[in-house]
């Protein structure tokens, strides 16, 4: 057994942690990030000389730091600026879900690590006994751990395809969005070596995204029935490998069983819906078509329905009738023209020379001059 001067064993029952634990503040609902705090801001470029390669980097959760002049957005939970949590070592405890756009890229539990001060970027003198730690990155990316005491771990993801979008400084003073659509391609770039502008020529490989790391802190006690608010990691294997990324859907990682059965539930009963809604929308119609079928013809052309839909609405003001009615005639109304354009029902109009006209000789006289 230890002696009280002794660090305590990870693997002990120990009630406190052997390094001074940097707790943030508990987390222990779910926290809905601003909708630009997602946004990639471009931070920079990286080149590669030996093998004349370049790339773009922007950075997610760094809205302040892309655009000084903008204003800070609560991206994290409890603080204002990562800047203030950075590093390895802080932690949100009791923290039970990751915020809304992350996923739980690891899980670390108290005893793994084979006595490493550092294991998948956590680190491991910090937990309490039972303890386990989730990292969560930001959406999409993908998380690679540090297992140096001074570093933190970091989310990540290469785009390589077209077109690849981020947010830029513009004037330092507002956010403008940028389209790449030249990765793959070869670029011009300008650099300045012994005070003289220089320029070389170098392949566009990729814009790269990168993120920072939450770790979020619980054991047993600190999560509740299955009916509350669920880890998002639910799905996850403890310790996670490197590397590792969400599926490509960005579906959450994990529903409680609770939760998939109200899913599951409300769905059945959306299509049982549709289906009855379907079958008495056909009836309806079906109905209405063995009356229609039943009338009897009618000479009235004011009998008929109207043919087409009603009128819709011209972009230029007014109404305009996708078709004429049915009770007016197929062409011009005569209201509202002076030629007759077809014969009115009980009308006559004359084709040919009125009939008291003569176009040819009247009948007793001879054909021909006469001397």
């Keep these: 057994m230890a002696s009280p001067t002794e660090p305590a064993s990870r693997t002990s029952a120990s009630t406190t942690a052997t390094r001074l ?19 990639c801001t471009f931070v920079g470029a990286a080149t590669d000389p030996a093998a004349k390669t370049y790339s773009e980097i922007c950075a ?17 939970p409890h603080v204002t600026e990562y800047q203030d949590i950075a590093g390895p070592g802080y932690f949100y405890s009791p923290g039970i879900a990751c915020p809304s756009g992350w996923w739980t890229a690891a899980t670390v539990t108290s005893g793994q690590g084979g006595g490493s001060a550092m294991f998948s970027g956590v680190m491991m003198d ?9 990292i969560c990155c930001p959406m999409y990316l993908t998380y690679h751990p540090s297992n140096q005491t001074i570093v933190a771990g970091s989310c990540s993801k ?18 403008v969005e940028m389209t790449r659509t030249n990765i793959g391609q070869s670029v011009t770039i300008s650099y300045k070596q012994a005070s003289k502008m220089k320029t070389t020529t170098m392949n566009f490989t990729s814009v790269v995204a990168v993120g920072p790391t939450i ?48 899913v599951v539930v409300g769905a059945v009963c959306f299509l049982v819906g549709v ?11 079906r109905r209405s078509k063995a009356e229609t079928e ?22 230029n003001g007014g109404f305009v ?20 354009h077809e014969l009115d029902g009980d009308g006559t109009m004359r084709r040919e020379i009125d009939g008291n006209s003569r176009s040819e000789l009247p009948g007793d006289g001879d054909v021909g001059q006469r001397g």
């Design 21 to 39: 634990r940097q707790v943030i503040a508990p987390l222990t609902t779910t926290f809905h990030v601003p909708p630009l705090c997602s946004a």
């Design 60 to 76: 997610m959760y760094n809205v302040e730091g892309g655009c000084p002049s903008q204003t800070p957005l609560m991206c994290f």
């Design 126 to 134: 910090t937990f309490l006994p039972g303890e386990t730690a989730a």
């Design 158 to 175: 290469d785009i390589v395809t077209n077109p690849a979008t981020y947010k830029s400084c513009s004037a330092s003073t507002k956010l």
């Design 215 to 262: 770790q979020i802190n619980y054991r047993a006690q600190d999560l509740t029935s299955s009916s509350s608010t669920s880890m998002t990691s639910g799905s996850q294997t403890s310790g996670a490998q490197d590397g590792q990324s969400p599926s490509n859907d960005g579906s959450p990682l994990s529903l409680r069983g609770s939760t998939i059965a109200g």
């Design 275 to 285: 289906g009855l809604a379907a079958t008495w929308v056909w009836r309806r119609q």
């Design 294 to 315: 039943k009338q009897p013809l009618s000479d009235d052309i004011n009998a008929y329905n109207k043919p087409e839909l009603e009128a819709t609405v011209n972009p």
């Design 321 to 340: 009738k996708p078709e004429l009615e049915a009770t007016a005639r197929f062409e011009l109304d005569a209201a509202s023209s002076r030629r007759r």
